[in-house]
């Protein structure tokens, strides 16, 4: 009886273990929004006091804003990007015809440029794609976060799981190390949230301006003293779809507010 | 066993070290390494120094135990108030040197460690570099030793 309990009582842990390692169970999701202080909550919460609301009226300038050889703005095609926009943020990143692979958001909105405008493409984390992004993420606030279904990103995907499991940098932590192993407990004073996508292009204090998801894995690839990932190279794409399925559920909060 | 610290020392070796850099071998004898890195044990006020130093030991970013600014320390791993009582001065060394050899999935980085695969991205900065040097880690051993409860 005693070996079987602890037979029992192995595969339990074991398996109690397995789900740990892989992503984070629905009913145990939650936005990092919900481990900060009430007073940034706050922040968030009031539209006149959440300074991600200053880019995303920029944003709103810039989308009617004829651009490039087309003279055409993104409203020409478009029209009232509270219609047309409404859940795209929730779906992305999606599958993209043109190169056969996921795209994310700020990648869209450059493609557009390019083939729609014929405009030069807007710099990685420039105010203005950051504005934009913000803006078309913006009209999905309060929607839930629902991954693209097209089984041609799948292999993308499990890519993405496979980088956020690996170890990295002279430290040797995964994503998961501390995002899905160790999440609520405290990393040097702070908590460790569960590093969802939900709340992007959000407004960092730290940062003291708005800054994309790829900002934010290349932060915590530094931190473990790895050599990050260029700007919109395919492994931080990859990442992103990961996040979006492992986040799923979540309401986009975009502009988010984090500590 | 002995053979991890082989290849340890074969890629220490490739990589032809000059005067002045780390040796970055060891023996490791049950769960201790019984000698010091630099053949000589570290100053405990320096180690006390290093250990809070969360930029250059990173030690309070996972662990508490009795350094200043306790709200700062992170809860990831051990107290480490009278860890100089549950284990002995080799135990401890090998902790802080390699505690992966004792425990593979740990979240605590091998500080005295340079070999990498390539996947692992080290970056430029620190590729060929342990965290801390043999005479930092006998500092920090000299200290932890003393934490008696």
């Known amino acids: 009886m005693r070996i079987l309990c602890g037979v029992a009582a192995i595969f339990v842990v074991l398996t109690c273990h397995i789900a740990a390692a892989d992503g984070i169970e629905d009913e145990d999701r939650r936005s990092g929004f919900d481990f900060m202080a009430p007073e940034t909550r706050a922040l968030q919460s009031d539209d006149t006091s959440n300074p991600g609301m200053l880019w995303v009226l920029q944003g709103e300038q810039l989308w009617q804003q004829a651009e490039g050889q087309a003279e ?22 999606a599958y993209d015809e043109a190169t056969g692979r996921p795209i994310d958001l700020a990648g869209r909105i450059n493609s ?3 083939t729609r405008q014929r405009a030069e493409p807007l710099a990685p984390e420039s105010d203005a794609l950051l504005a934009l992004t913000t803006y078309v993420a913006h009209q999905s606030r309060g929607m839930r976060v629902m991954p693209a279904a097209d089984p041609r990103l799948a292999p993308f995907r499990e890519n993405g799981r496979r980088l956020f499991q690996s170890r990295i940098g002279q430290l040797d932590l995964s994503c998961a190390s501390c995002h899905d192993d160790n999440w609520g407990k405290r990393l040097g004073g702070a908590p460790i949230p569960q590093a969802h996508p939900n709340g992007y292009p959000l407004y960092r204090l730290e940062w003291q301006a708005v800054g994309s998801l790829q900002r934010r894995l290349r932060n915590c690839m530094i931190g473990v003293r790895a050599e990050p990932f260029a700007f919109g190279a395919p492994e931080l794409v990859d990442l992103e779809l990961y996040l979006t399925e492992r986040g799923s559920g979540l309401p986009i909060e975009t502009p988010a507010v984090r500590p | 066993m002995s053979r991890m610290v082989a290849l340890t020392l074969a890629g220490v070796l490739m990589t032809a070290p000059s005067a002045g850099e780390e040796a970055l071998t060891y023996a490791v004898e049950g769960d201790a ?24 030991s990173l030690c309070t970013l996972c662990h508490s135990g009795p350094f200043p600014d306790p709200h700062l320390h992170g809860t990831l791993a051990p107290d480490l108030t009278g860890v100089g009582e549950r284990l002995s001065e080799g135990q401890i060394r090998l902790r802080v040197v390699d505690m992966g050899r004792l425990v593979p999935n740990t979240i605590m980085p091998s500080y005295y460690r340079v070999a990498y695969e390539e996947g692992q991205r080290v970056s430029a900065a620190w590729r060929g570099k342990p965290i801390l040097t043999g005479a930092d880690i006998e500092d920090i051993v000299a200290y932890l030793v003393t934490l008696k409860g």
């Open chain 1, 112 to 114: 557009c440029r390019a």
């Open chain 2, 33 to 56: 390494i019984m000698q010091p890195l630099t053949g000589e044990r570290g100053d405990p006020e320096r180690g006390a120094a290093l250990l809070s130093d969360r930029h250059r």
């Open chain 1, 72 to 93: 055409i703005a993104c409203s020409g095609c478009h029209g009232d990007a509270s219609r047309t926009m409404h859940g795209v943020a929730a779906r992305y990143p």
